[in-house]
């Protein structure tokens, strides 16, 4: 493996209205082990703005103005503490933000495979999110999707979705204690994509099913996706760096 997207939530990254740093701190650190020592491009994909734009200024977030308010704030502090857990591995980060306009647009999108490019031959961890400031939700409307096109336009070999759940389970686990995790998924059934999103956190979108839709989305392009949990990262290493996939779900034809 080559490229790797990495996508990681709301529900990862903050806690108790503010910035989880210790998940973080753990996240910066898988990445740095997957580049510094399977040399591996990353390209991470990070929700949080809007929760992270919570913590200064307290809004009613079911409000769109407000909720890109939030997400106005929240981007560059964001940003800030990616820049500062990173340079402790020597590693420099970018900003790239993204609406879905902007993979219709031939000239913008190939201005932006141009800049990763770059960015990635030089060694430099793109960060991806919404431009939530000028973004409707009714464009990609969460970053499960974005991950998933970011996937596909920028050849990676696989994504990883690092969220508040294991991996996908063969009924919900928070309502049946026998629920098991299916480790391989070949086929994603169009009952399970046609369900309502819905989230854990008040800050984010999507749930399990937009994770399913961008799951679905890679294998029609026979792209692999990786769901584990982001809380706890052990499953993530084991399967990343030791090459060794004792839990979480791949999805692949």
């Known amino acids: 493996m080559k490229r ?43 929700s949080g703005a809007v929760g ?38 020597g590693v420099t980060v970018a900003q790239m933000l993204f609406i879905a306009d902007d993979f219709d647009s031939r000239k913008r999108s190939k201005n932006a495979k141009n800049v990763m490019e770059i960015l990635l031959q030089n060694k430099v961890i793109p960060i991806i999110n919404e431009n939530d400031v000028i973004a409707t939700e009714e464009l ?20 990883v979705i690092l969220t508040d759940i294991d991996g996908y389970y063969d009924k919900n686990p928070r309502e049946f204690s026998d629920a098991k995790i299916q480790k391989i998924i070949n086929e994603i059934s169009q009952d399970e994509l046609d369900k309502k999103p819905s989230a854990n956190s008040k800050f984010a979108t999507g749930g ?16 692999p996706m990786y769901l584990t949990s982001g809380f706890d990262l052990t499953n993530a290493y084991d399967f990343l760096v030791e090459n060794n996939h004792k839990s979480g779900t791949i999805f692949r034809k």
């Open 208 to 223: 399990i099913v937009t994770k399913l839709k961008a799951a679905d989305f890679l294998m029609q392009k026979n792209i």
């Open 52 to 89: 992270a734009g919570y913590t200064s200024l307290k809004l009613d977030k079911s409000i769109l103005a407000n909720k890109q308010t939030l997400a106005a704030i929240g981007q560059p502090k964001l940003m800030k503490t990616y820049q500062e857990m990173f340079e402790e591995f």
């Open 140 to 159: 990609i409307g969460d970053n499960d999707q974005l991950a998933a096109y970011i996937t596909h336009y920028f050849k990676a070999d696989m994504l």
């Open 4 to 46: 790797l997207v990495i996508k990681v939530g709301t529900a990862v990254l903050t806690q108790d209205g503010e910035l989880a740093y210790e998940r973080m701190k753990n996240l910066v650190k898988l990445i740095a082990t997957l580049k510094n020592e399977k040399n591996i491009d990353v390209i991470l994909v990070s």
